[in-house]
């Protein structure tokens, strides 16, 4: 996969607010149309489950289950949710730049019929994630298996889709250098997070935690990225994206939602700009010629260059290329002669004896890069 570049631009698309961090009040789909088209690089999207409840759901002691029963929940049948879904999906697909993806989140009610119409749509699914819930409600009726989790889609806008950011080497280096997997342990909403209302009853009923937020941003956003979420119920996406510096618009039809996302986005702190920082990788760092060393006087010449266990030993010259016996070349050529080896990373292989002991001269090469970002 290529990894984005983008820059952020010097002021909002027409169509958006001045304020980087906006809630916009009524129905996602028409106030969707009024936004410019290919300006948003993240969609998160926690769509309307479509329960299909069929009246209360009761405990073992008849004690009532607050489930989801809103009216927003509520369709007509299954083609009214499939086209309420193709039309929403379709909107977000007008606004999302051509290297912009789409994460979707549902339970086994709606996410399989989800998932058929963004392949309708043209859509192009790089991962299914399952959320698995530490802690999930029970299965009070004891007919089913314990539902303790939820699935979610990651998609590009379209099949061959090139330049989308997947930060793969800081998620890596976040989880102990091991890839990250396709199946996330993070626990319900809970405790302090959890917006409650004036009679101390949970505000929304399907609040998704902050952790699984953050960690969908992180992995496929880059700061003042702007991200979308069509259903902002009580803000979660907009709070962590502001924490994380990245740009938001939410779309919440129901006033007392988008009210409490306006208040909590509004007291979430911007983290210090050093924890933001983008992981910079070898492969995307300025590219550094062993003669730089050289040149700066950090390896001098005729230096001797050595591995770790000291078994074989080049000669540095003055223009930057090491000799072994009769040989010159470059310190990748003359490592994988040294060795007997096709090829060889001169960066990691050689080292210097310094004041301190033996330095890799990789360690000689990130000094060079600070100078050059300072």
Known sequence: MVASRRGAPLRA????????????????????????????????????????????????????????????????SFSAYDAFTRAWLAACRQLMKPTATIWVIGSYHNIFRVGAIMQDLGFWILNDVIWRKSNPMPNFRGRRFTNAHETLIWAAREPNAKGYTFNYEALKAGNDDVQVRSDWTLPLC??????????????????????????????????????LDPFCGTGTTG????????????????PDYAKAAQARIAKTRVLDAPTLAPFVTSRDAPRV????????????????????????????????????????????????LAQGLEACNGWTFWHVETENGLRPIDEFRSQVRAEMTD
């Open 13 to 76: 698309p027409r169509g958006f607010s001045e304020s980087p961090h906006q809630v916009i009040t009524g129905d996602c789909i028409a106030e969707m149309v009024k936004l410019p088209s290919a300006s948003v690089d993240l969609v998160f999207a926690d769509p309307p489950y479509n329960l299909q409840l069929r009246g209360d759901l009761k405990r073992p002691d008849d004690s009532r289950v607050d489930a989801v029963d809103d009216e927003w929940d509520k369709f007509a």
């Open 190 to 227: 809970t405790g302090e997070e959890r917006l409650k209302g004036s009679d101390g009853k949970k505000l929304h009923p399907t609040q998704k935690p902050e952790a699984l937020l953050a960690r969908v941003i992180l992995a496929s956003s880059r700061l003042d990225d702007l991200v």
């Open 239 to 254: 709070a962590v994206c502001k924490r994380l510096s990245r740009r938001f618009i939410g779309i919440e039809r129901d």
């Open 289 to 336: 010629p062993f003669s730089a060393l050289v040149e700066r006087g950090l390896v001098t010449p005729g230096a001797i260059l050595t591995d770790a266990k000291k078994r074989h030993k080049a000669l540095v010259r003055a223009d930057g290329a090491v000799s072994l016996g009769g040989t010159v070349g470059s310190i990748h050529r003359i490592g994988a």
